[in-house]
C-alpha cells in the first residue's frame, strides 16, 4: 500500500468514527495497529517502520487540530502499554511505566509515536472514549464503557481488517426512567 492510498483510506476510517463518537476537545482516541497486516503479512512477524510513521502522522493531521489526544497502544510484549504525551498521563493521573518501545517489542506505530509526540510516555491503562484497531489488535480494554461497535464505510487498511468503538454514558434506572 502506498503512502498516498494509505493516508486516504486511513483519514476516511478515522472520520467515520469521529462522525459518530462526537469527541470533544480534551478527550482520547486509542489506536490499536499491525503495520504487519497492512503490508499483508502476518501480525508480528512484518512490522513496518515506514507504515507506521505514515499512520501516526495521519492521525496527528487529524487529531491535533480538534485537541484530541492520541494514544498508541502496543503489543503484547509490552504489556499493551500506551505511548501518550506526558501532559495527557500528568492530566489524567496515569501512572508513567519504564518502556521504550522497539519495532519487535511496542510495535511500529509505538515507535513513530515516540517519534513525532511531542514528550513521549508509556502508561499502563487508560480510558479513552473512542478508537480504531487496524489487525484486530483488541483495543476494547482501553476505552470507556459502555463500548458501541462503530462501522467504518472501509472495513480494511491493506490487508489488515479494522473494526471500531466509541463510547456512550450509561443508561440507569429502569422502564420509567428517561433519558
Partial sequence: MEKTELKETLTTIVNDVLAEAE???????????????????????????EVGEWVIETLKEILDPKDIYLAIQGCEHINRALVVERELAEKKDWEIVNVKPALHAGGSCSVAAFEQFTDPVEVEHIVAQAGVDIGDTSIGMHVKHVQVP??????????????????????????RANY
Fill in 150 to 175: 462503530v462501522r467504518p464505510s472501509i472495513k480494511e487498511l491493506g490487508g489488515a481488517h479494522v473494526t471500531a468503538l466509541r463510547s456512550r454514558a450509561k443508561y440507569i434506572g429502569g422502564p
Fill in 23 to 49: 469527541l470533544k476537545p480534551g478527550n482520547v482516541f486509542v489506536l490499536g495497529c499491525t503495520t504487519s497486516e497492512i503490508v499483508g503479512g502476518m501480525i508480528g512477524k512484518n512490522s513496518s517502520k
